[in-house]
């Protein structure tokens, strides 16, 4: 299949450009101030959804953001691949950090993207992998080897917990019909050992705030007497870890499943630098729950992190006051078999508990979803094992990451289809942080790998 | 002396507007941005201690912002009263919680102030309570009543610690001498209780920042494996108090002062509501270190609050990222007689001693000051029981205050004289908070005071 090799050749910087104009568009989701960015994006996704080949595409309106629905069939006995992606991205701060604008995309060179790297908000997560689908589909189209029906549905509420998506899903099962999903949304282990997501944590993301006294109190005339909130939250967030980094929350670990000595014997085998890792971040050493490997820590253990804390002065300069209130943002991240509500429930429930006299709290969940884990002797998972052995010229490697897609779970429960987690970023790809890129070679590798996926997908279904 | 009661009626529309429009101008001495303001602000004092009849009136440059220094000389022989205020002011922010602008001053009746009090940034701390004293000045000038000599010394830096004020006095002895130093930015216990505040605490402000990884990192591939800089944060904060909230960092006990039984009986008689203190926070229990009551707490017992913490994301909806670095300013409140210096290393060397491997941890002081104690049987002491006496027919009380005035125990110090607290505000007028006011009847009282003050400190020195 050396067509698509030359095709991605021939038009590759026509890709790399069409990629460059869906990134200039700030489609924060999690900021209000974005929305119409985030529409105009749907639109542009929608455009070149037709571009490409697909016989119909339409702006489904939701009660959040639209979700770009479209489909191309070319017969009805054959399978159809039902491929999801987010055309939503996360907010661009800390701003200060970017060496470039996030939303002026600039390809720049780095040690582990040799060929460029396209630097913007996005790339990677998701509009670079996204739209991967899109190249891949237009040169199935162009040279008539799309050996089966597609369906693609991309949201724009990813970043912010997919909060319309089920909404969507139940309403839409017949037309969302398929044999399997696909989603580039994930990565690899590196550009030489290609990897096949296999597993992802669940979430449960939730607000806190912590009321003292009704006003900003006098340091000094005060100090000493009343429940400072700040000193308070810091208390009751040290409190959910104990000394070997295990969360306290009661029950939190009553469903977790625990990996057989063989199963982490053989993800220990993934390679791996712990060295590598801690200069990657240029850290000391690194921290966790005791017993368990780096590895291990970031995928089949659940965690609990603080995302964001703030009270009080923060301004320049000093100032003597004790805050009214104090605010933190905690999500934790999830294994099977735990319940994203029930953690939500118990974590509300075990935070009010804590709280001492002199103090009110509120916790307010922001939203969630459950672990997953996908079989590695399905057809889908094969076909994809096949795709990537063709175009890397080596065998993947199942590996379970530690990021979420809540949806993943859902679409298993309300479209009875499994998803494959074809990723082609990097983890140091800086998704979530400043200088987010996506690597040219994993761009262009990405929209040569997919139509083979079609192929082999499509042979072993017969 | 009623001459003063009936030339403040007679004045007090005009008093009450000119301290308006002094409060009009936004002298926030901890934001650069109203470094314009603040000047402003010494030209405005300058000129209002001119209009009140000194003789001598100066705008002194320092390292910082300027000082206004006056003088009224009637005869050498007599004594000399060095009056100390400050024009700066604290920032307004959080903004959103004043029911009327910082900077454009209302007058509105409350509870505690039926006779109506000015609302706005600086109206008691410390604007209302220095323009007290131009006023009373001007009443003894155009009366001839003035029966000593007086020096104003009005600095603009006291909200970010006095930086410049060590540096203007220890070069300006000479011209600093005086007998007595007169400071009024303290309160009394109640309208119809006046007290005079015989000690101040001590002041320690620091600000620390933990740095974990390089750059922000997605929560869901790091989450678990590395340091999260807010959590540990956290936990550094939470173990500088024990489980009787008594501060953990060594050695910051050993130079503490302990009172006798005989101290504590003493002072527990000030008139003290524990309910309506309760009531007036709008808190369910008040929260301190053991086995020391709440005025205690907040007066003979040193503390350390958190003033502001920020780190993550902070801003609509979820962000899941692991910041890569967290921040805190932290203040403690000090007692006789530990030194702020010391205390300052103290906590420097073991916040970095706490720090876990994987986080790095700078700790940057702010600024600081001495605690500070004064007799109840000086002159200057009995002087002002006296005028407080006279004006309001009721002794007042010796308190001790929670509160800091480093540069006191810098002018005991430099200028070998005792200073005298002749507060006028009330715990409640809200300094340091939203919506600060003072009370019309405390200006008033405050300008019929302070000439008394004058009266009985001359006839006492003969």
Redesign the interface.
Known sequence: MDNIKNYVQENKDRFINELIELLKIPSV????AYSQDVINTADAVKASLEKAGCDFVEICETPGYPIVYAEKTIDKNLPTILVYGHYDV??A??IE?WTSPPFEPVIKKTELHPDGAIFARGACDDKGQMYMHVKALEYMVKNNTLPCNVKFMIEGEE???SPSLAWFVERNQEKLKNDVILISDT?MISNTQPSITTGL?G?S?V?VEVT?????????????????P??I???M???L?DENNHITIPGFYDRVEELSREERDEMAKAPFSLDAYKKA?????????ATYT??E??SI???L???????????????????SK????I?M?LVPDQEWNEITELFTKHFESIA?????VKVKP??GGQAYVTPIDSIGYRAAASAYEESFGIKPIPVR????IPIVALFEKELKSKTIMMGFGL?SD??????EHFGIFNYLKGIETIPLFYKYFTEMSK
């Not at 971040?281 to 729950?289: F, K, N, R, T």
């Not at 104090?326 to 943002?329: D, I, V, Y």
């Not at 001492?356 to 009110?360: F, Q």
């Not at 990451?401 to 979420?404: L, N």
């Open positions: 989701s999690a900021d209000s996360q907010p701060d800390p950090l970043e912010v917990g990565g944590r979430l993301y607000e003292g006294p009704n006003r900003d109190l006098h340091s000094g005339l005060y100090g000493g007497a009343v429940a400072n700040i000193n939250l810091a208390k967030i040290a409190s870890h971040l240029d850290i000391e050493d690194v921290y966790g729950e780096t590895n820590r970031n253990r659940p965690t992190d603080v995302n964001g804390i703030w009270g009080g002065y923060t301004g320049e300069g000093a100032k003597t006051v004790i805050a104090a605010f933190a943002k999500s991240r001492p006299k002199g103090v009110t922001h939203h990451s530690g990021g979420s983890d800086a998704i979530h942080s400043p200088n």
